[in-house]
């Protein structure tokens, strides 16, 4: 096991400079929760004496990690610790509060079950151990957010997981369950991060219907679930986070709690109902030619199977519609070119905790292979990154003097910086000829700089080309004047996804990007000097390393934009067997 040398953490930095981290990232709900020996005693008490059904689980397992827990490896993000095979992880202190709590939350209890008898047997005698070390109480442990996905996996587990404990283990293991489900019961409703409430209303539900004399759980967990659903699902389906990433995952706990009522002869409220097939729209919006999730505020690319899953029940959906006015992208869908770009500012409080600056980004697929992407993010990354990653500069759009589109503005009710802005922001749709136009711009630099900056799109409807023009201007209202002087440095980015292979071009402005699954090659030319640099990518639950195009400039303050260096042309162009390239 991981130890570490006192004042430090095993990840290599000190404990005070982990807990900073940690509280940029989580804020109030990262904080341990401190509580009176009276709600301790409040909490106490015998578990349920059955389980009258379960849920099902039907979130996608990671049969990679399943396997490498049994051999002793535990990995969350970058972090990993090794135990004796056969023996369990805890006790000694983990490598960071961020480790701590992904083991906590028991996700990996479903990667363990898949690896068959043994791998059962070895989540019974890890749960086992947990509620030796961790079953009365402790501060980081119990925290509300933690033990809420913590109580769901452990009723997505019960088949395998209590069926088959005896005596004394099986009696501990169902008091802490009920200790759980209290705290949950008490607790819960003081929880101020909205992702959080959700969850704890899920599973209050769960467990409200799951156990003998549950009712009372139950409807208080229909009445918070309902509440929550009315707060952050929008008209339009979609999460009111903007993660599609989260909006997965409201839909498949949602799923679970209407399924387990109906298993038990349950009537399930009608909202949970009429919310699925909006939900179920919207996230088909949002899913990719390869099954998976554009990357985006927080969420990443599904490449595990989460939005397959929360489709399922679904079937087919031919309701692939272009705008998402409420949630904020718009789509273009070219043959088998896929363009999404983010057109929404940062949602408003308590909902941008975890959202990024990345207005007017873009993202390209061709058919299932992706193309240009964001860095994205995942729940496993370490806090630093995942702030990283929230970035202007980790999108596929403009930055300007290294600052970020919106303003991250702390949420006191969350304790945490939220996206603000960009000012001005607005996006126009239309069909020119052959060929579709996204004309955007936003102000987010306006007041800092003078200038508002706009991005034009040109997709050819055959799906072969993309033209891109993106602009740093003075509004005409503004006097010269009142314009804050110097040129003002910038970068646009273009983020490829790591299985895209890269390749100089004949001229410093060109490079060839090819697609291995399909053996195509795309040409990306710009009119400005551009270079191929390192970057990461990390909307899948291993970060990989890929490389990022960026065109640099110096902008005046000054001019109109509609000349270099203020304005920049670019084209990404499939390239056909025995066709020459075009100029951008």
Not at 548 to 575: E, K, Y
């Amino acid at each position: 096991m991981v130890s570490a040398p006192p004042g430090s953490s095993a990840s290599g930095i000190s404990r005070e400079a982990d807990q900073a981290q940690w509280a940029e990232l989580t804020g109030k709900s990262g904080a341990p929760i401190n509580v009176s020996p009276v709600h301790r005693l409040r909490i106490s008490g015998p578990g349920p004496s059955a389980l009258t059904a379960l849920p099902n689980d039907n979130f996608p397992v990671n049969r990679a990690r399943g396997e490498a827990i049994l051999q002793g490896r535990w990995r969350f993000g970058h972090t990993q610790i090794e135990t004796p095979p056969g023996h369990s992880p805890w006790g000694p202190e983990f490598p960071s509060l961020h480790f701590a709590d992904r083991i906590h939350r028991f996700h990996w209890l479903r990667d363990v079950a898949a690896m068959g008898p043994e791998g059962e047997a070895h989540g019974r005698a890890l749960t086992a151990a947990w509620v030796d070390a961790y079953g009365k109480w402790e501060d980081f442990a119990w925290r509300l957010s933690i033990t809420a996905d913590r109580l769901v996996n452990w009723l997505c587990a019960g088949p395998w997981l209590f069926a088959r404990l005896e005596g004394e283990a099986r009696g501990q293991m169902l008091e802490t369950l009920g200790r759980q489900i209290r705290h949950l019961q008490f607790s819960g409703p003081e929880e101020t991060d909205p992702v959080s409430r959700f969850r704890i209303a899920v599973a209050l539900c769960l467990a409200g219907a799951a156990t003998e004399d549950g009712r009372k759980v139950l409807d208080a967990g229909l009445a918070m679930l309902e509440a929550e659903c009315a707060k952050q699902i929008l008209p339009d389906g979609g999460h009111v986070s903007r993660n599609p990433e989260r909006l997965a995952q409201a839909l498949l706990d949602i799923q679970a709690v209407e399924d387990l009522m109906l298993r038990l002869g349950m009537s399930a409220p009608s909202f949970l109902t009429k919310l699925q097939p909006r939900m179920a729209a919207m996230l088909s919006f949002f899913q990719t030619a390869d099954g998976g999730l554009l990357p985006a505020n927080g969420g990443g690319d599904a490449s595990d199977g989460l939005a397959k899953a929360a489709l399922r029940p679904h079937g087919a959906i031919n309701s692939k519609f272009s705008f998402a006015r409420l949630s904020a992208y718009q789509r273009v869908q070219a043959e088998e070119l896929t363009v999404y770009v983010d057109s929404g500012a940062g949602p408003e409080r308590p909902n941008g905790g975890r959202a990024h600056a990345g207005a007017l980004a873009l993202t390209i697929d061709d058919g299932p292979e992706r193309i240009i992407t964001s860095c994205g993010s995942h729940l496993d990354l370490e806090p630093m990154l995942r702030d990283a990653a929230r970035r202007t500069a980790a999108h596929s759009v403009l930055s300007l003097n290294g600052e970020d589109s919106a303003v991250f503005a702390l949420d006191p009710a969350l304790g945490v910086r939220a996206p603000e802005g960009p000012a001005q922001l607005a996006v126009r749709r239309m069909e020119e000829g052959d060929q579709y136009l996204l004309e955007g711009q936003h102000a987010g630099w306006r007041v800092r700089h003078g200038v508002i900056y706009r991005r034009r799109l040109y997709v050819a409807m055959n799906g072969a080309r993309i033209t891109g023009e993106d602009s740093l201007s003075r509004p005409m209202s503004d006097a010269p004047p009142a314009m804050p002087g110097g040129p003002i440095p910038y970068e646009i980015r273009f983020h490829l996804h790591p299985d895209v292979q890269v390749a100089d071009g004949p001229d410093n402005r060109t490079v060839f990007l090819g697609l291995a699954k399909r053996q195509r090659v795309w040409r990306f030319r710009s009119e400005a000097l551009l270079s191929v640099e390192d970057s990461r990518y990390w909307g899948s639950e291993a970060a990989r390393k890929t490389q990022q195009l960026v065109i640099r400039g110096i902008a005046d303050p000054g001019a109109d934009g509609s000349q270099a260096p203020n304005r920049v042309r670019w084209a990404l162009s499939r390239i056909e067997p025995g066709i020459q390239g075009e100029s951008v």
